[in-house]
């Protein structure tokens, strides 16, 4: 018997039970796999080559949830890209970076949009921050009356002091798409594609769909060894995090079970309707006070909730809850680094995020690719070869890269399979790449590939989503991951949502996993109150 059963051995997950287990609950962890971490896992992929496996780079993950954690004294390392990202176009190339070089790049390639430039870091200045103040908070709770006046005042009450025009940029990147907004402001076409990738990364869409802008912010609010909006690189691999969060998990006295997958939520009646009192795995019960899902929401109602047990709107909403992100993830072995036409000179560049999309309607075109044939033949790539920072990665004088490309969709259509397209897709991943590196295809000496169908059977990504969830308007902050269940309480007493499908939504973040733990305790202590 514990006090809380956590299902799944995630970042979230870890970050959910190490916060319980502090203010001293009884907590299971529950894992399928052999191994910590979920998407956050570092696999050794050939011999002496070792790499992040899916998610790839640092910046989201909270502050706050590294400090009480500890994390750094359980071995985590940060260290920031010399770059931040690298975009070589036909026959040119942007550098983006800190202390100006991004601006005076952007000027270098385009004159005019300095100004623009200018305009953008404000808007971004007014925006950012309003989300900041809402990643460690659950969303307001739309329609619950009483209950949810608290926090509807309190973003009220965000908004006070802020003027007419910041209001207004709020609302647009709320609401419209990246490519409206950058278009309005940048002329450049390497300028406009080096912040509309952001609105689609992990985002099944095109940069001029709506809610892509929403998108972009999404991807900003981070920070890396203590730099607002500087991505890094963990030594070791993003699973340096998870085996770092586990550490901490179990001195606090945190039960982690390896290869344990849960089959089901045990529910009973109880005087006051149905309650999540436990789960099975491996035929043994795990009963507790409650239950903490770190899957996508889907999974949970669609295989671990038993039918019935929620009233049927529920049960229907989930089985059309859009999971799509559309991306591919490979890892490549390499025996000498990249050399690029438009930079061929060795530099600091190799250790950004190099983004082969060079443009907003390069990007477009991937997408309409996409949904026409399955995958784009010219597919938005954005590549790190973390071996420039990280030497325990590769053997001396090799590398690996990280290869995160959009868009390939899960359901290719009839006749046709992952299993059987996705040699052709790496192939055509890795020859776009020659396109702009002559040479690289040439210097792959090994390959780890995850199709949207094997980030699916892997991870437990439905549909690939790497957010658990498509980050549309539909799907974010009160009605993530529905209206009604936005405070981590799900329609069933006692179940508890802890993934990237609540609010803030994906990325390595940690922040559902604290939100989580806070809806937990808040209940816990009214339950003491309560009782005899």
Not at 299 to 304: A, I, S, V, Y
Request: proline share 5%; hydrophobic share 45%; with cysteine.
């Amino acid at each position: 018997m514990h006090d809380a059963v956590v299902i799944g051995a995630g970042h979230n997950g870890l970050t959910c039970a190490y916060y319980l287990a502090a203010r001293g609950m009884k907590v299971a962890v529950l894992e399928a796999s052999g191994n910590v971490g979920g998407a956050a896992v570092t696999d050794e992929f050939l011999p002496g080559f070792r790499n992040s496996a899916a998610a790839y780079t640092v910046s989201l993950l909270q502050p706050r949830v590294i400090r009480d954690m500890e994390l750094e004294r359980h071995g985590l390392k940060v260290v920031l890209r010399k770059r931040d990202n690298f975009l070589p176009g036909d026959g040119e190339y942007l550098v983006a970076g800190r202390g100006g070089l991004t601006r005076k790049e952007i000027v270098r390639l385009n004159k005019a949009d300095g100004p623009g430039y200018d305009r953008y870091i404000a808007e971004l200045e007014a925006a950012v921050p309003l989300i900041r103040k809402w990643l460690l908070r659950a969303p307001p709770e739309i329609g619950a009356g009483v209950k949810g006046v608290g926090s509807l005042l309190s973003l009220g009450r965000d908004f006070v002091g802020l003027s007419t025009p910041e209001i207004r940029v709020i609302h647009d990147f709320a609401t419209r798409s990246a490519g409206e907004i950058l278009d309005r402001h940048f002329d450049g076409e390497l300028a406009k594609a080096l912040f509309g990738f952001d609105g689609v990364v992990g985002n099944f869409a095109s940069p001029y769909a709506a809610g892509t802008a929403y998108v972009l912010l999404h991807h900003l609010f981070g920070e890396a060894a203590g730099l607002p909006g500087a991505w890094g690189h963990a030594i070791g691999g993003m699973g340096s995090i998870t085996q770092a969060m586990a550490r901490a998990a179990r001195e606090k006295g945190v039960d982690i079970l390896l290869g344990t997958p849960v089959e089901e939520v045990i529910v009973e009646k109880h005087r006051n309707g149905a309650q999540a009192t436990g789960v099975t795995a491996g035929g043994k019960a795990w009963r507790a006070g409650c239950v903490v899902a770190g899957v996508n929401p889907k999974l949970l109602f669609d295989r671990l909730v038993p039918q019935g047990a929620v009233q049927p709107d529920v049960h229907s909403r989930m089985a059309r809850w859009k999971c799509e992100s559309a991306t591919f993830r490979m890892n490549v072995a390499l025996s000498q680094l990249p050399k690029f036409t438009v930079l061929p000179k060795k530099g600091d560049h190799l250790s950004a995020g190099i983004i082969i999309a060079p443009s907003l309607g390069y990007m477009d075109r991937a997408w309409v690719d996409a949904r026409v044939n399955g995958w784009a033949r010219e597919p938005i790539i954005e590549m790190l070869i973390p071996s420039t920072l990280d030497q325990s990665l590769a053997p001396r004088g090799r590398h690996v890269a990280s290869l995160f490309c959009q868009h390939f969709r899960y359901d290719l259509g009839p006749g046709r399979s992952w299993d059987e397209e996705r040699e052709k897709a790496a192939d055509a991943i890795i020859a776009t790449v020659d396109q702009h590196a002559p040479g690289f295809a040439a210097s792959v000496i090994g390959r780890q590939i995850h199709s949207p169908l094997d980030l699916e059977r892997r991870f437990g990504l439905i549909g690939g989503d790497i957010f658990h969830g498509q980050m549309g308007l539909d799907q974010l902050f009160s009605a993530r991951p529905m209206i009604g269940a936005a405070d981590y309480r799900m329609p069933l007493a006692g179940l508890y949502l802890c993934g990237s499908g609540a609010h803030p939504g994906g990325g390595v973040t940690g922040a559902p996993g604290h939100n989580a733990a806070r809806a937990v305790l808040a209940a816990r202590r009214i339950w003491s109150r309560r009782k005899p």
